[in-house]
Structures are given as structure tokens and as C-alpha cells.
């Protein structure tokens, strides 16, 4: 079955952190590059970050860049968003999303997503 | 950054009828435009990529048009399942990727 199935989210005080875990399943994972992409309570969404397909290359919206990490484990087929110091403003349901293909940008499996509040 | 625009915010129609959605971009993003539709408590699904290509298991009631700066999503016959809040995405420049601030479907 292809899915994306996330993990992790939770409650975390502001300047803690916590990390976030997507596992894929059945498909290849090493052909697809991979994003989290985040929507806050009641909001539109807002793209996080992108990880390349080896994990040698990743991108950042500017408001999580040199706060939030993205990562894979190809051997785990798993993806991660390491949130650090993250703030109020950061409370979302996260969603890791499976680029279409080619690196085309554009997103066309989405896990059921995983609510992460910042709250002291 | 790109800002992408939808418009209306809310969008009422009766079921059987046809559904025009628009959005607009600050600049031109050619044709890499994407729509997605997303029921409450739901992940996005991709509806349209290339500003008018159906995705994989997409109803062809659903269509897009448009390039450049303007895009329209239509929805022709609306059926009970499509009241969903859509929005539009731009790959055409990135880093970031921008999403539209959505519009709501509602039932008439």
C-alpha cells in the first residue's frame, strides 16, 4: 500500500525540541525527493522544507531556515523534520508530501499529518 | 517570493451547477501550477498539475486553465464530495513554494 505515515507530534515548550518522523511504503523511495509541508490551526498551507533524493541537497522556507532540519534515512525509508527552538507561531498540523516526480515541486502523496503544538 | 491570490474566499453553489475558482500570480509562474483539494480533517489531494493536467484518478469534471499570471480551477456539475476548500501552488520559483490562501466551497 503507498502511504505516507507520520509520527511524532505532540505538545513541546517554546526553545525545546522535537522531531517528526515520516515512514514511506510502497513505493521507491530513493526516486522521489521529499517536503514537509505545514498548515497552522484554521490557515492555508505553507511549504517547510525539501530534502533531495540522497539527502545530499535541502531548501527551507525562510521562516523555519536555521531552526528546522530535514533528513532521510533511505535504509529506513523514513524522512524527518528536526524542529529546534521552535515558537508559538510554529504550532501546525505537519504533513510530509511525496513530489510528483522529477523533482517537479508539486505534491502528490500526503501522510494524515502530525499536530504539533508549542506551548509552554 | 511569489504571493499567489485566490479569489473568492468562499465560493456558494448548488450541487448540479458549475464552480469557477480563480487565482492569481504576482508574477508569472508559465504553466507550473498546481491545484489541490482538501476536505476538513484531510491531507491535500493534487487535482491538476501543469495548469491543466488531471492527476491520476481525477474526475474530468474538474479542469484548469490559464497561464502565466491567472488560472481558473472549474468544476462543472458539482457533486456533493467537491464542497472542499482548494487551493493553488506555484513551482516555478522556488525556494519558497507558494500556495494560494485556499477558497471554500460551500453547498447553495
Known amino acids: 500500500q503507498v502511504q505516507l505515515v507520520e509520527s511524532g507530534g505532540g505538545v513541546v515548550q517554546p526553545g525545546r525540541s522535537l522531531r517528526l518522523s515520516c515512514a514511506a511504503s510502497?513505493?521507491?523511495?530513493?526516486?522521489?525527493?521529499m517536503h514537509w509541508v505545514r498548515q497552522a490551526p484554521g490557515k492555508g498551507l505553507e511549504w517547510v522544507a525539501v530534502?533531495?533524493?540522497?539527502?545530499?541537497?535541502?531548501y527551507y522556507a525562510d521562516s523555519v531556515k536555521g531552526r528546522f532540519t530535514i533528513s532521510r534515512d533511505n535504509s529506513r525509508n523514513t524522512v524527518y523534520l528536526q524542529m529546534s527552538s521552535p515558537r508559538a507561531e510554529d504550532t501546525a498540523v505537519y504533513y510530509c508530501?511525496?513530489?510528483?516526480?522529477?523533482?517537479?515541486?508539486?505534491?502528490?502523496?500526503w501522510g494524515q499529518g502530525a499536530l504539533v503544538t508549542v506551548s509552554s | 517570493e511569489i504571493v499567489m491570490t485566490q479569489s473568492p474566499a468562499t465560493l456558494s453553489v448548488s450541487p448540479g451547477e458549475r464552480a469557477t475558482l480563480s487565482c492569481r500570480a504576482s508574477?508569472?509562474?508559465?504553466?507550473?501550477l498546481a491545484w489541490y483539494q482538501q476536505k476538513p480533517g484531510q491531507a491535500p489531494r493534487l487535482l491538476i498539475y501543469?495548469?491543466?493536467t488531471r492527476a491520476t484518478g481525477i474526475p474530468a469534471r474538474f479542469s484548469g486553465s490559464g497561464s502565466g499570471t491567472e488560472f481558473t480551477l472549474t468544476i462543472s456539475s458539482l457533486q456533493s464530495e467537491d464542497f472542499a476548500v482548494y487551493y493553488c501552488?506555484?513551482?516555478?520559483?522556488?525556494?519558497?513554494?507558494?500556495f494560494g490562501g485556499g477558497t471554500k466551497l460551500e453547498i447553495k
Open positions: 530534502i533531495w533524493y540522497d539527502g545530499n541537497n535541502e
Open positions: 510502497g513505493f521507491t523511495f530513493t526516486s522521489f525527493l
Open positions: 508530501a511525496r513530489d510528483h516526480f522529477g523533482g517537479s515541486f508539486r505534491f502528490d502523496l
Open positions: 501552488q506555484q513551482y516555478n520559483d522556488w525556494p519558497p513554494l507558494t
Open positions: 501543469g495548469a491543466s
Open positions: 508574477q508569472s509562474v508559465s504553466s507550473n
